[in-house]
């Protein structure tokens, strides 16, 4: 439960780099058309009018329009991401937007924020790529108020010897297909998902991490466990 290591998170963010253009349409093609879906699942009934909110890996700022509407716009939200190319392309997404958010660059593992001052934290599809996970869910503690939340929805890896070969069968093989079908050879970059789904650990081991710095966690699964959509109260 280390996660990516400094040598390949700078492997991937290349990649992430790389695909920006073709991100969101090759994520909804892998997702099987459910990634929004499940970014509304987890943050449905967790966010409240006037929130402060992480965006913490923001990318394009799905989580965050998400938030916005669940909030009619009145959410206050820091969009967070280690790649500012990312973040120069969610601004431009976001334009006219509101004016209650601001963005920040930098890591999981490093946070410029001062502590318990966030409603919540939202992670969609990010937080595996964190460079060491412990540290990276000890920050998120603390710069959350005590009774905040760490909402998770990411890739899951089932406890299930049978489906999680299922599951890494569909990264490693099928996933590469589709991304192709719908981006052409910028879409083959996505490959490097494999990796980051390998150094993220089961899902009952995620929830016992979580469960160390934090009171109460909620945690769902979907498709055999083949996501995870999860809320963690500090």
């Not at 009934?45 to 669940?70: K, Q, T």
């Not at 004016?99 to 946070?111: A, K, L």
């Amino acid at each position: 439960m280390s996660g990516l290591g400094r040598g390949y998170w700078g492997e991937v963010i290349e990649v992430l780099r790389f695909v920006i253009p073709v991100y969101d349409k090759v994520n909804r093609a892998i997702s099987l058309g459910k990634d929004m879906k499940f970014r509304l699942k987890g943050i449905h009934g967790r966010v409240h009018p006037g929130n402060l909110l992480l965006d913490a890996g923001s990318g394009y700022g799905n989580m965050s329009r998400i938030a916005l509407n669940e909030t009619n716009g009145t959410s206050k939200i820091i969009m967070y991401d280690p790649i500012p190319e990312m973040l120069a392309a969610a601004k431009h997404l976001f334009l006219p937007g509101p004016s209650e958010f601001t963005m920040s660059s930098g890591v999981f593992e490093y946070m410029p924020f001062k502590s318990n001052i966030f409603d919540a934290v939202l992670c969609g599809y990010s937080l595996r790529d964190a460079i060491q996970l412990r540290p990276a869910i000890s920050e998120i503690s603390r710069v959350l108020k005590l009774g905040g939340r760490l909402i998770i929805v990411d890739l899951g890896k089932p406890d299930n010897p049978l489906i999680e070969a299922c599951v890494s069968f569909y990264l490693r093989h099928i996933l590469k297909i589709l991304a192709f079908a719908v981006a052409g050879k910028v879409g083959l970059k996505f490959q490097a998902l494999y990796g980051t789904y390998c150094r993220w650990p089961k899902n009952s081991e995620l929830n016992n991490l979580l469960k160390e710095y934090f009171s109460k966690v909620d945690f769902h699964t979907e498709l055999l466990g083949g996501a995870v959509i999860i809320a963690a109260y500090k």
